[in-house]
């Protein structure tokens, strides 16, 4: 079975520390990895697509790396502010399905203490 | 619209009823696809949608769901006989490209609470 696992499953950091989401998935065919972010009550926002191709994506003070062959992913957030404060999810596609069949690990719930 | 919408935002059933939930993708957005998160957890796939056909229906847990999308634009996830298990976070998103080469688009979700 194809799966996508996140560690830690909370994190809290205080304000301006640098920071790194961790996600694993167990088969290296894939087509490619988002992050998104969820907040309380509302749907899930995309952050970083990573195409298998390539090996990272960088959006402001987000980072996104791929390692298929270790079958990991991370998200770096520089400075981390209280307005970053969410669930992280990562979502995996994988390969030959021929369209957005996407898997999501359970999440990383981040709190940053003003 | 801007972006992807779902209604009710909130339902309260009784165990044994029906309830329909709705999504409204972003205008011209080939690709649907229904999730179901429970508390907790990540989203997990129900069933797929290109235009009005439904390529994929594996994830749906029984034949209690059923989802349509007869004019490849608004979709309706129905759920018949309604479980105290079937209590979740309905989420839609959609995707401008039938393949795997764009994001998809959530909306806010439907909380699903059956008594």
């Known amino acids: 079975k194809q799966e996508v696992t996140q560690i830690p499953a909370a994190l809290s950091v205080p304000e301006g520390e640098n920071l790194v989401l961790n996600c694993s998935f167990t088969?290296?065919?894939?087509?490619?990895l988002q992050w998104f972010r969820q907040d309380p009550g509302k749907g899930l926002t995309s952050l970083l697509l990573?195409?298998?191709?390539?090996r990272e994506q960088t959006s402001g003070r987000l980072n996104a790396s791929l390692d298929k062959s270790s079958g990991r992913s991370t998200l770096y957030i520089a400075a981390s502010q209280p307005g970053d404060s969410a669930t992280y999810l990562c979502?995996?596609?994988f390969g030959g399905g021929g369209y957005q069949k996407v898997t999501f690990g359970t999440g990383t719930k981040l709190q940053v203490i003003p | 619209g801007a972006g992807v919408s779902q209604s009710p935002r909130y339902k309260v059933a009784k165990r044994g009823q029906d309830v329909a939930l709705r999504c409204d993708p972003i205008?011209?957005?080939?690709?649907l696809f229904w999730y179901q998160q429970a508390l907790g957890q990540g989203p997990e796939f129900l069933t797929y949608?290109?235009?009005?056909?439904?390529?994929?229906k594996s994830g749906l847990p029984s034949d209690r769901f059923f989802a349509e999308r007869p004019e490849g634009s608004v979709s309706t996830l129905k759920i018949q006989r309604t479980q105290q298990e079937d209590s979740a976070v309905y989420l839609c998103?959609?995707?401008?490209?039938?393949?795997?080469?764009?994001?998809?688009?959530f909306g806010p979700g439907t909380r699903l609470l059956v008594l």
């Open positions: 998103a959609s995707s401008s490209d039938p393949g795997a080469q764009e994001t998809q688009y």
């Open positions: 088969d290296s065919a894939i087509y490619n």
């Open positions: 990573i195409q298998s191709s390539q």
């Open positions: 979502a995996v596609t």
């Open positions: 205008s011209g957005h080939v690709s």
């Open positions: 949608f290109q235009n009005e056909a439904q390529l994929d």
